[in-house]
């Protein structure tokens, strides 16, 4: 019976492994801050579109490297394959980020053309790609985490909650934007952007606690 | 706890709507004061210092009018500067127009448009002010706020198309009183104001907005006249106001192409009046001053209500003073105009004044008549604040004359607001009293005059500022007790709903078996709606918020719509897990249309929002309208009309498509057909502004339009229940594949197919009558959006009406509600009074008729909410009910109950959970800097929603009652 379950979630992942993809993607994200604001001395308000991008090329190539070690059947599918499935997943994933803002409002004008679409560059790296890595085209795990948002195991916990909380966050960063404050950063996607990694970094510390708290019971349950 | 039954229901909800109703008059009588006024009018005791116990006293008005302009002349110690006065108001004219803006020349247009003013006022001749008009920008509390230098309470506004005598104490009574002969060429909202003062009068309407040139030659054709008449040789006072330049705004905003033109005419009236006068300079004794001021000013669209710069910059230009030529304009209050006149012209300031005297109108008098004008202003309004502060510590002063002893504690003046009037006044007053002592031993430096006059400029400005910022005490009591009865309706509402969600849950939870999705707990949208609730109030709260609601709207019913996609989503896939469900074919058509259906919800969402940029803050970023309208007729007129053809068309077909041959269906049929193409014929021949001033022909049209709208709907609604024939026919041939384990139930509960039936037809005649008017009054540009509107609350029925159980209906419902938000937004509205487009109104109307063109009004400003309440009828008839019905119990009571409880119910509770806390935010902000410009138009606009809302409740029950 217990072999049958750890058949039907095959690639098990221990907290730790959840640990350090987790750690890498923010440091990812923290390095590309920091690239922008020392070495290129530019930040996402004075200029919203090469930060983002800066931040993408190297978010994009970490998440992208690390989530394919966990690809699902690794027998049937080899690592570059993953690495396909990924860089193929990226472009799906930001259309359908960028669809999902314009119909949320975001400004459709030909000037915001290239934030809209570093934007969701980003997005799609931090929410689609994991996933597109890691289950390929499968649409039943597609459906489970995202349309169902019931997620088996600390895998799936590890792409649904970031991803999830990067939408959330973004969506919550959307607010103050058209308040009459008159701060630059609430020009599209600044704050959307911030709300979008707040809220990717605390799907993270959740999945992570979750990890722990699953693997913490396990062995609860073996012991008994 | 016993069920609910339909009678108890009803009993309960009217019960809390009459609650509501009480509660919310209470309130707003309550909160919105009707302007607190000095009662009587001034006499010849203003021209003494306040006694401690001043009365009116009444005597000297009984006196004759020669009599009485000579005791005011020997009181005032001013002899008048002027003999007769020529107001001409350019209504809507904004200062920017003729003064610039920021320091700045104006526009070059508009220099251009006006030489003979811009001369005068290079030469020095005239002087122009920016003159701050308060809000509401309304013409008539703009009028008395001129005439009386009072400030009115908002209510003023809801009083403007319904314009009484005024009776408080005004310039134009005071000038009656001493003899003068009056004139009023123009609006005649000057006569319903001073009905019997005017000795003629040439008065035209302004209700025609767009008549813009009728309307001017009306109040010009006397004009020549008037001035060369012979009985004005002295004391005369002529009114003009012209009306044209507010009906080319109404039309076109302030960069129409009528402007240019409008604006030289009106140069051309001063040119006439300024020539004139100085023809008149030299044979004749009298002085005379014109005055060229503007009620208000208009937005960028033409539009005025609010509180905007644009919309309160108004002019104040006097030509006839002595000559000054100022480098730029300075900013004075419109209600500044009131005690300067009254001055200028020898008669005691109006009561309830609060405005303060204009400095250089006095620059010509001598030094001491300057210093006792300022003393009657500063009497004036020391009585005034006497009378509203009852605990003035000053209050004895007159009487005791602590003139030394006070003076020295200048110190003190920064304490409380009334100690710190009371002080500046002292002040004044020791000061002008030292000057006066030591003007007696001729000894007077000008030093001593500027500092007399500065205190009494200080505290003059002090005074009026605190006067007109005040809010007045409100009752406390019947704030209170509206407040709790607002709490107490909404209360009543939503524990009613909870009562049937709960009973609704109940039963899903004994039927559970068979239906997978049903019931089981607090789903994720249910969790989204009541957060929506929660975050709307929260908004309310920021006035930033209240000004850019629109946003929050879009927002939330975006996302609403994309739940939904996800929803289908969820379910697309089921089908796929579950492919040993027998209609596994069906269901996935089902999922494909459902998916489409969310799509065009979110498109046309999307085209909706970005139709109108509305708000305060970001009005100015390009939008669909505005390219639309630069790129001129010829893409508005085949756009509009395009739309228009869908919009009657997707009703008719949704008409056609019943199989049923009765007549009388075919006679609704018909008739809708027929007024549809009505509509057409009259936008493409008859909208278009620039022709339509006059036109007989297309007003006929739209009367008839009106006519047959109106039979066939009460027609339809009267008269199908009773005869409907319509057999048991499918009203969706779609709908068989949607259930087909339920569908024999349905077939043996026959009424209850019959009532849908009915409902869905009556519905959609609801619709067709609604969106028909709409094609008909509003904008051309507007006819999208309501395309928009109309295929979103198709789709969105269509797609509850084959999600069978995953969504609740109360969820849907209030996802309706947001769309009737969103929609009111889309159409161009905006939480200010400046968006109501009053142009629209008029169509249809031959002759003046104040209610009918409120109606007209409100049904184009309510379009989106009202129409979100008509098409509920359309949706419950679509709506599957039948895993709701325990089939043995129905009975007829309860079949209804099942249909409207939910339509009813939850507009209702969401309104009224909304009104009330708007209603405690306005009073926790009764004193924020914005609680007249922004939070209450906005509470306006909540308490006129909350009527149809309430109304349509009230037909639904009607409807059960059958």
């Known amino acids: 019976?217990?072999?049958?379950?750890?058949?039907?979630?095959?690639?098990?992942?221990?907290?730790?492994?959840?640990?350090?993809?987790?750690?890498?993607?923010?440091?990812?994200?923290?390095?590309?801050?920091?690239?922008?604001?020392?070495?290129?001395?530019?930040?996402?308000?004075?200029?919203?579109?090469?930060?983002?991008?800066?931040?993408?090329?190297?978010?994009?190539?970490?998440?992208?490297?690390?989530?394919?070690?966990?690809?699902?059947?690794?027998?049937?599918?080899?690592?570059?394959?993953?690495?396909?499935?990924?860089?193929?997943?990226?472009?799906?994933?930001?259309?359908?980020?960028?669809?999902?803002?314009?119909?949320?409002?975001?400004?459709?004008?030909?000037?915001?053309?290239?934030?809209?679409?570093?934007?969701?560059?980003?997005?799609?790296?931090l929410t689609f790609v994991p996933t597109a890595c890691v289950y390929g085209s499968c649409w039943t795990d597609w459906h489970r985490i995202f349309a169902c948002t019931k997620p088996k195991g600390s895998l799936d916990f590890m792409l649904c909650l970031p991803a999830h909380g990067a939408v959330i966050g973004a969506w919550f960063g959307a607010w103050p934007m058209p308040l009459d404050w008159e701060r630059p950063w609430q020009d599209w996607p600044i704050c959307v952007s911030y709300g979008a990694m707040a809220g990717y970094v605390a799907g993270m510390v959740g999945s992570l606690g979750l990890a722990l708290m699953h693997t913490g019971g396990g062995k609860q349950l073996k012991a008994e | 706890m016993a069920p609910l039954t339909c009678t108890k229901l009803s009993v309960i909800t009217i019960t809390g709507i009459v609650t509501q109703i009480f509660g919310l008059s209470l309130f707003v009588f309550g909160f919105f004061p009707v302007k607190p006024a000095l009662p009587g009018t001034s006499g010849s005791e203003s021209f003494f210092a306040?006694?401690?116990?001043?009365?009116?006293?009444?005597?000297?008005?009984?006196?004759?009018?020669?009599?009485?302009?000579?005791?005011?002349?020997?009181?005032?110690?001013?002899?008048?500067?002027?003999?007769?006065?020529?107001?001409?108001?350019?209504?809507?004219?904004?200062?920017?127009?003729?003064?610039?803006?920021?320091?700045?020349?104006?526009?070059?247009?508009?220099?251009?448009?006006?030489?003979?003013?811009?001369?005068?006022?290079?030469?020095?001749?005239?002087?122009?002010?920016?003159?701050?008009?308060?809000?509401?920008?309304?013409?008539?509390?703009?009028?008395?706020?001129?005439?009386?230098?009072?400030?009115g309470g908002f209510l003023d506004v809801a009083f403007n198309f319904n314009t009484q005598a005024m009776m408080d104490d005004n310039l134009l009574g005071q000038f009656f009183r001493i003899g003068w002969k009056m004139v009023m060429l123009g609006d005649e909202t000057w006569l319903k104001l001073f009905p019997r003062l005017f000795k003629r009068h040439d008065a035209v309407s302004s209700f025609y907005v767009k008549d813009t040139v009728q309307v001017d030659q009306n109040v010009s054709r006397h004009l020549a006249d008037e001035l060369s008449k012979d009985d004005w040789n002295l004391l005369y006072f002529q009114i003009l106001h012209y009306l044209g330049l507010d009906h080319v705004g109404h039309i076109g905003g302030r960069s129409s192409a009528l402007m240019a033109p409008k604006l030289k005419e009106m140069d051309e009236v001063v040119k006439l009046i300024h020539s004139s006068i100085n023809q008149s300079q030299g044979n004749r004794q009298g002085r005379t001053l014109l005055m060229i001021v503007s009620d208000h000013g208009m937005t960028e669209h033409g539009n005025h209500g609010g509180s905007t710069y644009e919309e309160t910059d108004s002019l104040a230009l006097f030509i006839g003073l002595r000559n000054h030529v100022f480098d730029y304009a300075s900013v004075i209050n419109q209600i500044d105009i009131a005690p300067t006149l009254a001055l200028l012209f020898g008669v005691p300031i109006p009561k309830n004044n609060v405005g303060v005297l204009i400095r250089e109108?006095?620059?010509?008098?001598?030094?001491?008549?300057?210093?006792?004008?300022?003393?009657?202003?500063?009497?004036?309004?020391?009585?005034?604040?006497?009378?509203?502060?009852?605990?003035?510590?000053?209050?004895?002063?007159?009487?005791?004359?602590?003139?030394?002893?006070?003076?020295?504690?200048?110190?003190?003046?920064?304490?409380?607001?009334?100690?710190?009037l009371c002080c500046l006044y002292m002040e004044a007053a020791a000061l002008y009293t030292s000057w006066k002592s030591k003007r007696s031993f001729e000894s007077t430096s000008n030093k001593d005059y500027s500092s007399t006059t500065a205190a009494y400029y200080k505290f003059l400005k002090s005074a009026s500022e605190w006067l007109s910022r005040r809010t007045t005490d409100k009752p406390v009591n019947l704030l209170a007790l509206g407040l709790t009865t607002l709490f107490i309706s909404s209360v009543i509402l939503s524990s009613l709903m909870f009562c049937r969600l709960r009973e609704i849950y109940h039963r899903g939870n004994q039927q559970a078996s068979n239906l997978k999705y049903s019931m089981n707990g607090w789903s994720f949208d249910e969790t989204f709606i009541v957060s929506v609730v929660l975050i709307l109030v929260t908004c309310m709260t920021s006035s930033s918020m209240v000004e850019e609601e629109h946003y929050t709207w879009y927002f939330l019913i975006s996302t609403f719509y994309l739940l939904l996609l996800r929803e289908t989503a969820q379910s697309l896939s089921s089908v796929g897990l579950q492919s040993f469900f027998p209609m596994q074919k069906g269901q996935s058509g089902e999922g494909f249309f459902r998916i489409c259906c969310s799509?065009?919800?979110?498109?046309?969402?999307?085209?909706?929002?970005?139709?109108?940029?509305?708000?305060?803050?970001?009005?100015?970023?390009?939008?669909?309208?505005?390219?639309?309208?630069?790129?001129?007729?010829?893409?508005?007129?085949?756009?509009?009309?395009?739309s228009a053809v869908l919009v009657i068309s997707i009703g008719l077909f949704a008409l056609f498509s019943i199989e049923s041959r009765g007549k009388c269906l075919q006679m609704v049929r018909?008739?809708?057909?027929?007024?549809?193409?009505?509509?057409?014929?009259?936008?493409?021949?008859?909208?278009?502004?620039?022709?339509?001033?006059?036109?007989?022909?297309?007003?006929?049209?739209?009367?008839?339009?009106?006519?047959?709208?109106?039979?066939?709907?009460?027609?339809?609604?009267?008269?199908?229940?009773?005869?409907?024939?319509?057999?048991?026919?499918?009203?969706?041939?779609?709908?068989?594949?949607?259930?087909?384990?339920?569908?024999?139930?349905?077939?043996?509960?026959?009424?209850?197919?019959?009532?849908?039936?009915?409902?869905?037809?009556?519905?959609?005649?609801?619709?067709?009558?609604?969106?028909?008017?709409?094609?008909?009054l509003q904008q051309p540009i507007n006819t999208t959006p309501i395309l928009l509107l109309l295929l979103?609350?198709?789709?969105?029925?269509?797609?509850?009406?084959?999600?069978?159980?995953?969504?609740?209906?109360?969820?849907?419902?209030?996802?309706?509600?947001?769309?009737?938000?969103?929609?009111?937004?889309?159409?161009?509205?905006?939480?200010?009074?400046?968006?109501?487009?009053?142009?629209?109104?008029?169509?249809?109307?031959?002759?003046?008729?104040?209610?009918?063109?409120?109606?007209?009004?409100?049904?184009?400003?309510?379009?989106?909410?009202?129409?979100?309440?008509?098409?509920?009828?359309?949706?419950?008839?679509?709506?599957?009910?039948?895993?709701?019905?325990?089939?043995e119990k129905a009975n007829a009571g309860d079949i209804l109950m099942m249909l409207l409880g939910f339509p009813c119910l939850v507009p209702l509770v969401l309104n009224s959970i909304l009104l009330t806390a708007y209603t405690v935010v306005l009073l926790l902000m009764q004193n924020h800097l914005f609680v007249w410009s922004v939070f209450s138009p906005k509470y306006l606009y909540v308490c006129a929603t909350t009527k149809p809302t309430e109304k349509e409740a009230a037909a639904h029950s009607c409807r059960s009652k059958r």
């Open chain 1, 1 to 125: 019976m217990k072999e049958d379950l750890e058949k039907s979630t095959p690639s098990k992942i221990s907290s730790f492994q959840v640990f350090l993809i987790h750690v890498c993607c923010g440091l990812a994200l923290a390095v590309g801050f920091w690239v922008a604001h020392n070495v290129y001395s530019i930040n996402l308000i004075s200029h919203p579109t090469s930060t983002l991008r800066l931040i993408w090329a190297i978010e994009f190539p970490v998440v992208i490297l690390l989530f394919s070690c966990f690809r699902q059947k690794p027998e049937k599918c080899s690592y570059l394959k993953a690495i396909a499935r990924g860089l193929l997943g990226l472009p799906v994933g930001a259309l359908l980020n960028a669809l999902g803002a314009l119909a949320l409002g975001a400004p459709a004008g030909l000037q915001y053309f290239e934030r809209t679409v570093s934007w969701s560059l980003l997005m799609s790296s």
């Open chain 2, 50 to 151: 306040p006694e401690c116990d001043f009365v009116g006293n009444l005597s000297d008005t009984t006196l004759p009018s020669d009599q009485l302009k000579s005791l005011y002349q020997e009181l005032s110690g001013i002899p008048p500067s002027f003999d007769r006065l020529i107001l001409m108001v350019a209504d809507a004219l904004p200062a920017e127009f003729v003064l610039g803006k920021n320091e700045k020349p104006p526009h070059k247009q508009f220099k251009e448009a006006m030489p003979y003013t811009q001369s005068l006022l290079a030469s020095g001749s005239a002087i122009g002010y920016h003159s701050r008009a308060a809000p509401p920008t309304v013409t008539m509390p703009r009028l008395k706020a001129m005439v009386s230098g009072a400030i």
């Open chain 2, 361 to 420: 109108a006095f620059d010509s008098l001598k030094e001491d008549q300057h210093l006792r004008a300022l003393e009657l202003n500063a009497w004036q309004l020391l009585r005034l604040l006497h009378a509203q502060l009852s605990g003035l510590p000053c209050r004895n002063f007159p009487c005791d004359a602590f003139y030394d002893h006070q003076s020295s504690d200048s110190s003190e003046c920064n304490h409380m607001t009334e100690n710190m």
């Open chain 2, 792 to 887: 979103q609350i198709v789709a969105g029925v269509h797609y509850f009406a084959r999600s069978g159980t995953h969504l609740k209906e109360w969820v849907e419902i209030a996802g309706f509600h947001c769309l009737g938000m969103a929609g009111h937004f889309a159409l161009g509205n905006s939480n200010t009074l400046a968006t109501i487009d009053v142009a629209g109104a008029f169509i249809g109307i031959s002759n003046h008729s104040t209610f009918l063109s409120g109606i007209l009004m409100f049904i184009i400003t309510y379009a989106s909410p009202m129409f979100i309440l008509l098409s509920l009828v359309m949706y419950i008839s679509t709506k599957s009910v039948v895993h709701l019905v325990i089939p």
């Open chain 2, 599 to 642: 799509f065009l919800l979110l498109i046309s969402g999307r085209i909706s929002r970005g139709w109108h940029q509305g708000g305060v803050n970001w009005t100015s970023l390009p939008d669909i309208s505005k390219w639309l309208e630069q790129a001129g007729s010829p893409y508005v007129k085949p756009l509009q009309l395009m």
């Open chain 2, 670 to 776: 018909l008739s809708f057909l027929i007024s549809g193409l009505l509509v057409l014929l009259h936008i493409a021949r008859y909208q278009d502004y620039a022709l339509s001033s006059t036109n007989y022909g297309g007003t006929f049209l739209v009367q008839i339009i009106y006519a047959i709208l109106g039979a066939v709907t009460t027609g339809t609604i009267v008269a199908l229940p009773w005869l409907i024939p319509l057999s048991t026919s499918k009203i969706f041939p779609a709908d068989n594949t949607f259930s087909p384990p339920f569908s024999p139930s349905i077939q043996e509960k026959f009424p209850l197919v019959e009532l849908r039936d009915t409902l869905y037809v009556v519905g959609w005649a609801y619709i067709l009558c609604w969106c028909l008017l709409q094609l008909l």
